[in-house]
């Protein structure tokens, strides 16, 4: 059996909300004193530079759409954490891969809402994400009899559409607080919002279902649910699952992982993913975002244990790295699990390439998740 090893990232990931010299991908200036005025507004430039980086890292959107910002993933009040806690929990567990995690390929947020910009297909079969979105968001009571649970969201209520029924406007009912969040088709899919409705309507109808994101008040069905998790959703679980809804595309942007999972269990985020490219520099650059001093999580890295290769071999299979990040609470509790698993879902890489073609991920993030080199060595491993 392979011997676990542990291993520090970066001494910026075991710090937080300080100024730091380590160098870190995207680092924290220093003070600036004794600084020319030349060199004080080039220093103001590169902070700037690498805040827009950030944010774009974050949310999955050009640098060409940056605009002037103040926190490049501003914390969500208390009723929209509580809304995206959900949607991260809802969503974190799809049943077939999609071009970008979770079936979102770009975001946008504020304090008090967030937009997400969702893939248009889910899968080998191409089946509707916007479809999926609502199956997986909208609140529908039990068939009488059947024993399920609630389905979707308690709470969550359909608003209306914009943009010409591109956009479907979401809210929490009344005495939930103020939450919204928005969800914009993906540019070329000829339905909208209202078509994929009815569509995800019916079938909640035909499976004896009662669709309950219509109504103005609270279900009994909902309350039952509030009275039963609510509480402990409104701890630290909420302000970290809505932190890490917020920079979702990073396990795009910085780690190129294939698939990715994410689930609450008790006060803790469990992050499973597998990539086709397992090397140190994945996963730490992935780190050294979720835990920047000043724009990460509230996170300490606490433990990290890698198998990846060292120099002398480009590749390592067959392991998982595994990480454990701690809250910065008093309690020091962990907040996040990440695993990394450096193996197929099956004898190769061909299945989850086909799946993601067709599913409508880009060409160049292909070449970057799956490295001719690393198909190559894997394929070599299996022959020896």
């Not at 710090?15 to 005025?37: A, D, E, L, R």
């Not at 060199?39 to 103001?44: C, H, K, L, V």
């Not at 993933?73 to 959900?86: G, I, K, R």
């Not at 079936?103 to 809402?113: H, I, N, R």
Request: hydrophobic share 35%; proline share 8%; charged share 20%.
């Amino acid at each position: 059996m392979q011997e676990r090893k542990e291993r520090d990232i970066a001494p910026a990931c075991t710090t937080k909300n300080t100024t730091s010299s380590s160098p870190v991908f995207i680092g924290v200036p220093g003070s600036g004193h004794g600084m020319s005025g030349r060199q004080a507004m080039s220093r103001r430039s590169s902070w700037e530079s690498r805040k827009h980086h950030y944010w774009s890292d974050c949310t999955g959107n050009s640098l060409r759409a940056s605009r002037r910002i103040g926190h490049p993933a501003p914390p969500a009040a208390d009723a929209q954490a509580l809304l995206e806690s959900w949607v991260l929990e809802q969503l974190g567990l799809s049943p077939d891969l999609s071009a970008h995690p979770f079936g979102v390929a770009s975001l946008t947020c504020s304090a008090a809402s967030l937009t997400l910009h969702l893939d248009p297909y889910l899968g080998r079969e191409r089946h509707s994400f916007p479809e999926h979105c609502l199956h997986r968001l909208l609140p529908a009571a039990p068939a009488p009899g059947s024993g399920d649970e609630l389905g979707g969201i308690p709470g969550l209520r359909v608003g209306g559409t914009e943009a010409g029924g591109r956009k479907l406007r979401l809210h929490m009912v009344d005495g939930l607080g103020p939450a919204q969040l928005t969800l914009a088709l993906p540019p070329g899919l000829p339905e909208t919002w209202p078509a994929v409705e009815r569509r995800h309507r019916s079938w909640v109808k035909g499976h004896g279902m009662r669709p309950l994101w219509a109504t103005p008040w609270l279900d009994y069905e909902e309350s039952d649910y509030l009275d039963a998790c609510l509480a402990r959703a409104r701890s630290a679980r909420a302000t970290m699952g809505s932190a890490l809804l917020r920079r979702l595309a990073l396990f795009h942007t910085s780690a190129a992982f294939y698939r990715v999972r994410c689930w609450d269990e008790g006060d803790t985020w469990k992050i499973d993913a597998c990539t086709a490219n397992p090397s140190t520099q994945g996963h730490d650059q992935l780190l050294q975002r979720l835990c920047h001093p000043r724009w990460g999580l509230p996170v300490n890295l606490a433990h990290a244990f890698c198998h990846c290769a060292g120099h002398e071999s480009p590749y390592a299979w067959g392991h998982t790295c595994a990480f454990y990040l701690d809250g910065l609470e008093p309690s020091g509790a962990e907040a996040i699990y990440l695993r990394v698993h450096a193996s197929p879902e099956g004898r190769d890489h061909d299945r989850q390439i086909e799946t993601l073609r067709r599913a409508g991920a880009p060409k160049e993030w292909m070449d970057r998740a799956f490295p001719t080199d690393a198909l190559q060595d894997h394929r070599g491993t299996q022959r020896r």
